[in-house]
């Protein structure tokens, strides 16, 4: 057992365990969770969930889209993000994903939770989505509804059925996507050739995470606006190489500037570890010269090292992309 308690002889197990990724430290059969500084009872211990979430789905028609509006979309929606991204702003309750699926999907589609308690909650809704909306001359549809908190955290918001073999690559972004690599984007999906689930995802961060050191947990990222993910869904093991290459091409045409992968800089904010990628460690694909290891924990990796050759020094807990005992 390790706690976060400086006392506690455990205590860089437990860091180790709060964002250094899953299935090499240990197996972890019991959660204590608490707010830091809260005091009292159990019902004061955690942040205060809404009983109603307004679920929207804002979708724009994709034959409606040619490169020049499709930019200026994902343009205003980072630029949005970056502006919004703060803890105390008021969009801090909402978490938005702007999912950009292939051109023959039909739609572009942005998933947004809210929390439906605040009195202004379809104001910033109607505000954010005409941000969005600004100078593309494409109309929106939204729709929306209330459901309880629980039901818009277990509702998935993508599904592909059959379709069980994937491929996907992302991280951190400290600053939006610009206009050449959002161009590289809007190609890679709108090539008619290509009919598999394929996906550019752009998630809200910021709020809470950023005020965190990146020290005082294993998630060194503690600065992004945004996170993106870059994947591909297929049903045939025949269509293997085509599809992951078609991530790899996208991915490496992105960050063809700092070798094929979001080397943290004063932009990109390197890879995330819930996101996997095996490629980061082939020097054919990563050509960056930057190692997976600090694309993934940044500074945090010797760190992570030494809890691995203490709690597991044979290596015992390992996947691909698992910590290497120090």
């Given at each position: 057992?390790?706690?976060?308690?400086?006392?506690?002889?455990?205590?860089?197990?437990?860091?180790?365990?709060?964002?250094?990724?899953?299935?090499?430290?240990?197996?972890?059969?019991?959660?204590?969770?608490?707010?830091?500084?809260?005091?009292?009872?159990?019902?004061?211990?955690?942040?205060?969930?809404?009983?109603?979430?307004?679920?929207?789905?804002?979708?724009?028609?994709?034959?409606?889209?040619?490169?020049?509006?499709?930019?200026?979309?994902?343009?205003?929606h980072g630029a949005w993000h970056?502006?919004?991204?703060?803890?105390?702003?008021?969009?801090?309750?909402?978490?938005?994903?702007?999912?950009?699926?292939?051109?023959?999907?039909?739609?572009?589609?942005?998933?947004?939770?809210?929390?439906?308690?605040?009195?202004?909650?379809?104001?910033?809704?109607?505000?954010?989505?005409?941000?969005?909306?600004?100078?593309?001359?494409?109309?929106?549809?939204?729709?929306?509804?209330?459901?309880?908190?629980?039901?818009?955290?277990?509702?998935?918001?993508?599904?592909?059925?059959?379709?069980?073999?994937?491929?996907?690559?992302?991280?951190?972004?400290?600053?939006p996507f610009d206009a050449s690599?959002?161009?590289?984007?809007?190609?890679?999906?709108?090539?008619?050739?290509?009919?598999?689930?394929?996906?550019?995802?752009?998630?809200?961060?910021?709020?809470?995470?950023?005020?965190?050191?990146?020290?005082?947990?294993?998630?060194?990222?503690?600065?992004?606006?945004?996170?993106?993910?870059?994947?591909?869904?297929?049903?045939?093991?025949?269509?293997?190489?085509?599809e992951v290459n078609w991530v790899?091409?996208?991915?490496?045409?992105?960050?063809?500037?700092?070798?094929?992968?979001?080397?943290?800089?004063?932009?990109?904010?390197?890879?995330?570890?819930?996101?996997?990628?095996?490629?980061?460690?082939?020097?054919?694909?990563?050509?960056?010269?930057?190692?997976?290891?600090?694309?993934?924990?940044?500074?945090?990796?010797?760190?992570?090292?030494?809890?691995?050759?203490?709690?597991?020094?044979?290596?015992?807990?390992?996947?691909?992309?698992?910590?290497?005992?120090?």
């Open positions: 057992m390790a706690t976060s308690r400086w006392n506690d002889p455990n205590r860089e197990l437990w860091w180790a365990h709060t964002g250094g990724g899953g299935g090499q430290f240990g197996i972890i059969t019991k959660y204590w969770f608490r707010t830091p500084g809260a005091t009292g009872g159990p019902s004061l211990l955690l942040p205060k969930l809404p009983q109603t979430v307004r679920k929207a789905v804002v979708t724009w028609p994709w034959p409606q889209f040619n490169e020049t509006n499709f930019t200026r979309t994902v343009m205003n970056a502006a919004n991204s703060d803890a105390d702003s008021p969009y801090a309750t909402m978490h938005s994903s702007l999912q950009i699926s292939s051109w023959f999907a039909g739609v572009i589609v942005l998933d947004v939770p809210m929390d439906a308690m605040r009195a202004d909650t379809q104001q910033l809704l109607d505000d954010y989505v005409r941000a969005l909306s600004a100078g593309v001359g494409v109309e929106p549809t939204v729709q929306s509804k209330d459901v309880p908190f629980l039901e818009a955290t277990l509702t998935p918001t993508i599904g592909y059925g059959k379709y069980s073999r994937h491929k996907s690559m992302g991280g951190h972004l400290r600053k690599q959002i161009s590289t984007i809007y190609r890679a999906l709108s090539d008619p050739e290509h009919w598999g689930i394929r996906l550019v995802y752009l998630a809200a961060y910021g709020g809470k995470i950023n005020t965190v050191s990146p020290q005082a947990t294993a998630v060194a990222a503690r600065d992004s606006v945004m996170k993106f993910w870059f994947s591909c869904n297929w049903e045939l093991p025949a269509q293997d190489e085509a790899r091409k996208l991915h490496g045409d992105v960050w063809a500037t700092s070798g094929g992968y979001p080397v943290p800089n004063d932009k990109w904010g390197g890879c995330y570890i819930n996101y996997p990628d095996i490629d980061a460690e082939n020097p054919y694909v990563n050509t960056s010269g930057v190692p997976w290891s600090t694309l993934y924990h940044q500074s945090n990796y010797p760190r992570l090292q030494r809890v691995k050759a203490k709690c597991d020094p044979k290596n015992v807990l390992r996947h691909a992309l698992s910590v290497k005992p120090a």
